[in-house]
């Protein structure tokens, strides 16, 4: 079962701008996870924030943890047309040990 | 950098074929998982080990799939018979522990067409 949900489903913007991603989630998490996809390539890991984080920093990418909301936001700070994937959340179901992830964020910069 | 290796990128069956995919986890990673994803979803989790001994498979359809790791260091996963249903990607990913604190490591998958 699926359990985390991004949303938008699909965002474009232009080169040098930022993109925010959300993540929801329905149950108790130990962790959160971001994960990269560019077409038709396995998945990158990116970062990686626990249940007792609120916020964390990797280069441009900035992701903050509610868990009150059970919610998550990924921060792509002056974004590149590089950054052009699909970008999912991962959690851990019910404190399980099995990754969940969601359907994803298409994004698209434009140069 | 090491990488998960799988083999092959692209397969095209016919339904009701059988069709295996092969994964090389990074060396020394403990947990090797088997992933789904269909075109414009997440990975699925098929199937999960932890050396050889599989630690779940909940959401392995065990009527048509088998998954093995047999010495604990690469593994084969198999579909018989294939169905059109089964056309997606499949990922194959390891990690040091079945612990999620660990990040997982994908491969490049391996891209199923069945017609």
């Known amino acids: 079962s699926q359990q985390g949900e991004e949303d938008p489903q699909a965002l474009s913007i232009q080169e040098g701008e930022n993109a925010t991603m959300n993540c929801s989630y329905k149950?108790?998490?130990?962790?959160l996870q971001w994960y990269r996809q560019n077409s038709g390539r396995g998945l990158v890991h990116l970062i990686l924030?626990?249940?007792?984080?609120r916020e964390k920093h990797s280069g441009r990418l900035r992701v903050t943890l509610d868990t009150s909301k059970k919610s998550s936001s990924l921060l792509i700070t002056a974004s590149r047309a590089a950054d052009t994937a699909s970008y999912f959340c991962a959690t851990d179901e019910n404190y399980g040990q099995n990754f969940v992830f969601g359907p994803g964020t298409r994004l698209s910069v434009l140069p | 950098e090491a990488e998960v290796a799988q083999s092959p990128r692209y397969k095209i069956t016919e339904k009701s074929q059988a069709v295996a995919f092969w994964c090389d986890p990074i060396s020394g990673h403990a947990t090797l998982y088997w992933y789904r994803q269909i075109l414009g979803q997440g990975p699925e989790l098929l199937v999960q080990?932890?050396?050889?001994?599989?630690?779940?498979d909940s959401q392995l359809p065990k009527d048509r799939f088998s998954a093995e790791r047999l010495k604990g260091v690469d593994s084969t996963l198999k579909i018989q018979p294939a169905e059109l249903g089964d056309s997606a990607m499949y990922l194959c990913?390891?990690?040091?522990?079945?612990?999620?604190?660990?990040?997982?490591?994908f491969g490049p998958g391996t891209r199923l067409t069945v017609t």
């Open positions: 990913a390891s990690s040091l522990q079945r612990n999620l604190l660990y990040e997982q490591y």
């Open positions: 924030i626990r249940s007792n984080e």
């Open positions: 149950t108790s998490i130990n962790n």
């Open positions: 080990f932890q050396d050889e001994s599989v630690v779940d």
